[in-house]
């Protein structure tokens, strides 16, 4: 009898989980991001990093991949006639993995309806410079990356805390005048994973990750719909876009290391402004008459009780080896590009630093 009542008990369990699950609606591979508790210190050495000493950053759930942007882009094949599609007052441009949008309006009015486009999808902004024309997110967490199997679509709601993807994402929003009163806008991504430090997997740390090309292009698109083309239109202006493939190398030049571009000073200049976002680098300014970056840049190996990357951000900690200022110049002539590294007085780099700095510049350009 006892027995009895157990398996009816457990079959009126099972039913009930059944009837909730059944009420779910699943994500999929949608993008969800949410930002919300704030983390703890993670150990992750600092190399590349964007600075922001006054800013409390939070964690939330865990990022996402554009898989389904990707796959949708692999099925429809791009046209290669040109590098540029238009479509009333935007037109979407590509060089290799780069995408920008061009938008015919001035910046000031674009700023709005970008600085609530990060909101909407779920983020907080850490940075929000209208000076120097920069946006950042907080570090978030695609929470639609979470497996909806039926435990987690009854009670991941109540305990949503306890799922975790192991992955965080933030986002830079880049915002460029034209020479021709419009706006040339730029969305790059860093990632982070937790990792196991020992066999027995009860200690983590974090890690970073390569850009991922498929969100900045998601989060294009997205934006598009934002300044108010249809997803049609979206869909349209992504899929022709031409890949162009244009080669980047790291050399010497008069001892000097350098890194060459087969383009034009016009693409190089975005190309290498997005490199320098997406790869961490704290741009303070520019000067695109004289082909300059100002930038900001800490040594990870000055010194070893450096505190962890997370822990930083977390805390709102400063670091302890103050950041080294540098100037990356881009000098052309004609479709070739010279990409150096200066100190900050302005005479040409050969220092350690400057080996790294154009080493990661190359392998981002690749």
């Known amino acids: 009898m006892e027995s009895h009542v157990n398996q009816l008990a457990r079959l009126t369990l099972l039913g009930l989980v059944l009837t909730l699950g059944a009420c779910t609606v699943l994500q ?10 704030k983390g703890a210190g993670l150990d992750v050495p600092p190399d590349l990093t964007q600075l922001a000493p006054t800013t409390r950053y939070v964690v939330p759930g865990g990022p996402v991949t554009a898989s389904g942007y990707q ?31 061009v ?16 909101q909407e999808n779920g983020f907080l902004l850490t940075q929000d410079d209208r000076k120097l024309g920069v946006m950042q997110t907080d570090w978030a967490e695609n929470r639609a990356k979470i497996p909806q199997d039926i435990i987690r679509r009854t009670i991941g709601k109540v305990f949503d805390q306890a799922y975790d993807t192991g992955t965080r994402d933030k986002f830079r929003t880049r915002l460029q005048r034209d020479g021709q009163g419009g706006t040339d806008i ?13 066999q027995m997997k009860t200690h983590t740390t974090w890690e970073p990750t390569s850009p991922d090309h498929g969100l900045e292009a998601e989060f294009l698109s997205r934006l598009m719909l934002k300044l108010g083309a249809s997803k049609e239109q979206a869909k349209t202006l992504m899929a022709s876009a031409a890949v162009v493939k244009p080669t980047a190398r790291m050399t010497t030049l008069n001892n000097h290391p350098v890194v060459q571009m087969d383009e034009d000073f016009e693409r190089a200049w975005r190309r290498v402004g997005l490199t320098l976002d997406r790869t961490g680098f704290t741009v303070e300014d520019r ?80």
Do not use: C
């Open 287 to 366: 000067d695109r008459s004289k082909g300059l970056y100002f930038v900001r840049y800490v040594d990870p190996t000055t010194d070893n009780k450096e505190p962890g990357f997370f822990s930083k951000l977390f805390s709102g900690s400063k670091a302890a080896t103050p950041p080294l200022q540098y100037h990356i110049a881009l000098q052309s002539q004609g479709n070739a590009t010279t990409v150096s590294v200066l100190d900050a007085s302005g005479a040409p780099d050969t220092s350690a630093n400057a080996q790294r700095i154009v080493k990661v510049i190359a392998d981002d350009l690749k």
């Open 186 to 198: 730029f969305i790059t991504h860093q990632g982070m994973k937790e990792v196991y430090t020992d």
């Open 28 to 37: 999929g591979d949608k993008i969800d991001y949410k930002s919300a508790s």
């Open 71 to 101: 796959s949708a882009q692999a099925a429809t094949p791009a046209e290669p006639a040109t590098a540029v599609s238009k479509l009333d007052d935007m037109h979407l441009e590509r060089d290799g993995n780069d995408y920008w949008l």
């Open 103 to 118: 938008v015919d309006r001035p910046a000031d009015q674009l700023w709005g309806p970008v600085r609530d486009f990060w």
